[in-house]
C-alpha cells in the first residue's frame, strides 16, 4: 500500500507534469466517506479556474498547493493512487487500475482537467482514503499532529535514542506511530527492522544506542533508495526482505533464511528469527513466557528452531486457553464426582487423559448433569420422579416393590413407570428440590 515512497512518486509526478497549469474542470465524486467535510459542488467551485502552483508531502499525505486557498489535501490510505493520463506514475498492487481501464477510472474520487488538455485522477478502490479541501493543511489534523518526516526531516541519532529511551512499546509498533516519525507503514518497517537484525517485538526503550544508531541508518537508506527509483518495487535491491513478505508460508526465504511472519503493531509482520531475536532481559522474560504458557508458533512457522521467539501476543493468548481448559477440568472432575456413586467411574477414569485433551473433557462436561439440553430436562424429570418416589416410601406406601426403585442410571426408564403409577392412583405429588445424589443413594439403600 502507499507509503512515503509511493506518495513522494505521486507529487514528484505532478510537480514535474502539472506545475503553472490551471484547473478548467473538475469533476468530484459524489463519496461522502472518501470526500470528507465538503460537498461536490463545493470542491468542484473551489478548484475550477485556479492555478498549480506547487505539490507538496509529509508522511503519506499530500497536498497540491493553487494559487490561492483552499488546496485540495489526500491521504492515501490503502489503495490511493495518483494517475496523470499519459504519463508513468508508479503504481502498486492495491490501486487496482490498469493501463487499459476506462478513462477516468470508475473509482476516480478527484478528477482535474488542465488547460493544456493533461488530465489527472485521484482514484481510490477501497475507499480508505480522505480528500479534504483545506485552507492551511499544515496547521490541522491529519498533518498537524504527524512527526518529522522520514525523508526531509531525519533525525539525529541522539535524537531518536532519547525519543526510543521513552517508549515502553515494541519497535514495530513504534515506526508506524505517525505521530513519531510519518512517512514509514508497514513495509518500510519490516525491511528496516530486518536489515537492522532487531526483532519487530522488541520494546524501543530496550534498544541500545548503537542499535538506534543502525536502525536509523536503515531507514534513511530504505526510503532514500525506494524514492531514488520512483517506488519502483522491481528496482529495489534483490537482498531485500520486500521481495518475499508476501510469499506463502514455508516458501518465504531472503538469502537463504526462513522468513517467518507475526503480528506486531497489530500488522503481519516479516522476519527472520535466525537473525532477528528478542535481547537482553526481554529475551530470558519471552523465554519464561514460552516455558510457561506452552506457547503455540504461529502457522506460518514450521520450523521447530528452538532459538526462534515466539511472538508475545500469542504467549497471552497461550495464557488465556490455559485458563479455560483448567476451569474445564474443574467442571468435568465435579461431574465425575456425581457420577461416582452410580458406578460409572470407569466411563470417566480417563476423562483427564491426556490423549483425550479438551475435546473429550467439553464432551464429558455437556453429558454430565447440565440442566440446558435434552439431557437436563430428562434429569429434571427423573429427579421430580425420585421426589414422589421418596414421598411415597416415607408414607408407607409399598406399591413400589416392582424393582423401579434405586438405580439412577435408570432415570429415563423404571423412574418413568413410578410416574405412570403414581398417576394411576391419583395421588398428588410435590416437586422438592433435588438432592444431591450420594444423599439419594444413602435413602434408597435405607429403604433397601
Not at 472518501?34 to 459542488?41: C, L, T
Not at 488538455?117 to 498533518?143: C, H, M, Q, Y
Not at 520486500?242 to 510469499?247: D, G, N, Q, T, V
Request: net charge positive; with cysteine.
Amino acid at each position: 500500500m502507499p507509503e512515503l515512497p509511493e506518495v513522494e512518486a505521486a507529487r514528484r509526478a505532478i510537480e514535474d507534469h502539472c506545475i503553472g497549469k490551471k484547473i478548467v474542470k473538475a469533476i468530484i465524486a459524489d463519496d461522502p466517506k472518501v470526500i470528507d467535510g465538503v460537498s461536490p459542488d463545493d470542491f468542484r467551485a473551489s478548484l475550477e479556474g485556479k492555478t498549480i502552483v506547487a505539490a507538496n508531502r509529509k508522511g503519506k499525505n499530500m497536498w497540491i498547493e493553487l494559487d490561492f486557498p483552499p488546496f485540495p489535501t489526500f491521504q492515501f490510505g490503502m489503495a490511493g493512487a495518483i494517475y496523470i493520463k499519459g504519463v508513468a506514475v508508479t503504481k502498486y498492487k492495491r490501486s487496482a487500475v490498469k493501463d487499459d481501464d476506462e478513462w477516468p477510472s470508475k473509482y476516480s474520487k478527484v478528477f482535474l482537467e488542465l488547460d493544456d488538455g493533461l488530465e489527472l485522477s485521484f482514484t481510490d478502490k477501497r475507499r480508505f482514503a480522505r480528500v479534504r479541501s483545506l485552507k492551511n493543511p499544515i496547521s490541522v489534523p491529519p498533518i498537524s499532529e504527524l512527526g518529522p518526516d522520514a525523508l526531509l526531516e531525519p533525525m539525529t541519532v541522539d535524537e531518536f535514542y532519547k525519543a526510543f529511551s521513552k517508549k515502553k512499546i515494541g519497535v514495530k509498533a513504534l515506526l508506524l506511530d505517525q505521530s513519531f516519525i510519518s512517512g514509514i507503514g508497514n513495509w518500510i518497517a519490516d525491511e528496516v527492522l530486518y536489515q537492522a537484525r532487531i526483532h519487530p517485538m522488541q520494546t524501543a526503550s530496550s534498544i541500545s544506542k548503537e542499535d538506534c544508531a543502525t536502525l536509523l541508518k536503515c531507514i534513511n537508506e530504505v526510503v532514500e533508495k525506494a524514492v531514488e527509483v520512483g517506488a519502483d518495487s522491481s528496482r529495489y535491491p534483490s537482498s531485500w526482505i520486500f521481495h518475499s513478505r508476501e510469499k506463502k508460508p514455508g516458501k518465504a526465504f531472503v538469502d537463504g533464511k526462513k522468513i517467518e511472519f507475526i503480528t506486531a503493531g497489530g500488522r503481519t509482520s516479516a522476519f527472520v528469527p535466525d537473525l532477528q531475536k528478542i535481547v537482553g532481559a526481554e529475551s530470558a522474560k519471552a523465554a519464561g513466557k514460552r516455558q510457561q504458557g506452552k506457547v503455540q508458533r504461529v502457522e506460518h512457522n514450521d520450523s521447530d528452531g528452538e532459538d526462534e521467539e515466539p511472538e508475545i501476543e500469542e504467549a497471552e493468548a497461550g495464557k488465556s486457553k490455559g485458563k479455560r481448559r483448567g476451569t474445564d477440568n474443574k467442571r468435568a472432575s465435579t461431574n465425575k464426582k456425581l457420577k461416582g456413586s452410580n458406578g460409572d467411574n470407569d466411563e470417566n477414569d480417563n476423562d483427564n487423559d491426556n490423549d483425550g485433551g479438551l475435546k473429550n473433557t467439553s464432551e464429558k462436561a455437556k453429558q454430565s448433569g447440565s440442566s440446558k439440553g435434552k439431557g437436563g430436562n430428562q434429569e429434571k424429570k427423573a429427579r421430580a420422579n425420585m421426589a414422589a418416589k421418596r414421598k411415597l416410601e416415607e408414607s408407607g406406601d409399598d406399591e413400589d416393590d416392582d424393582g423401579s426403585e434405586g438405580d439412577d442410571d435408570n432415570e429415563g426408564g423404571k423412574d418413568h413407570k413410578l410416574s405412570g403409577k403414581t398417576k394411576s392412583k391419583g395421588k398428588k405429588t410435590t416437586k422438592r428440590t433435588a438432592e444431591p445424589r450420594q444423599t439419594r443413594n444413602k435413602l434408597s439403600n435405607k429403604h433397601k
